[in-house]
């Protein structure tokens, strides 16, 4: 798991789907526990559809969250959809707003929280596919983004463009469908690029 102490959390660790909270919101992280389940061997993704084929039983909530959500094969898309309205993220979002790093109403990062995520990704402990989403990688895709500067290991990145290829079909190439949106406790679907603006 991805961790790093942080000033602007007040010494807590941070791990890879609070920081992928801090960039894209609950989709991201969503998106973000399928690659890791999938590079891990946890997950098959096809061309458009997840099914759970290892033996693994992941601890982190969010991964949980995932493999429920597909106990048969699924359409990648409804796995997301599913796991970004989760209580299980959610709860991810609600700790970082007891960190003063995400907005409780918005659920959008704080200024600290900007700053915390872009500390990370500088020192290159955030991976590309947290920070801009696997769709980013998709050549041509509506909703790339500026992952070329983040070279992506070999295996990894054919995952990524198959997942990013699924999201791209599934969202009609929309780039706000992501962006915002209603998930439980005020929280889902929402969470900021970590761009800028005031608190």
């Given at each position: 798991m991805l961790r790093r102490r942080d000033a602007d959390s007040g010494g807590e660790d941070l791990d890879l789907y609070q920081y992928a909270y801090l960039a894209g919101g609950s989709p991201r992280v969503a998106e973000s526990a399928v690659v890791q389940l999938t590079?891990?061997?946890?997950?098959?993704?096809?061309t458009t559809r997840l099914r759970v084929i290892g033996e693994e039983h992941p601890e982190h909530p969010v991964e949980i969250a995932v493999v429920v959500a597909c106990p048969r094969s699924k359409p990648v898309r409804e796995v997301i959809e599913a796991v970004r309205n989760s209580p299980e993220v959610?709860?991810?979002a609600?700790?970082?707003v007891s960190l003063g790093l995400v907005r409780r109403w918005r659920?959008?990062?704080t200024r600290a929280g900007r700053r915390c995520l872009a500390d990370a990704a500088a020192a290159g402990r955030v991976p590309a596919y947290a920070l801009h989403g696997p769709?980013?990688?998709v050549p041509g895709s509506a909703r790339r983004g500026p992952a070329d500067s983040h070279p992506v290991p070999d295996g990894l990145g054919r995952t990524l463009i198959r997942m990013g290829k699924a999201l791209d079909d599934g969202r009609g190439h929309d780039t706000d469908?992501?962006?915002?949106?209603?998930?439980s406790d005020g929280f889902g679907g929402g969470g900021g690029g970590g761009g800028g603006g005031s608190d």
């Open positions: 590079e891990r061997g946890t997950l098959s993704l096809g959610d709860a991810v609600r700790r970082l659920g959008k990062p769709a980013a990688l469908s992501s962006a915002e949106g209603g998930g």
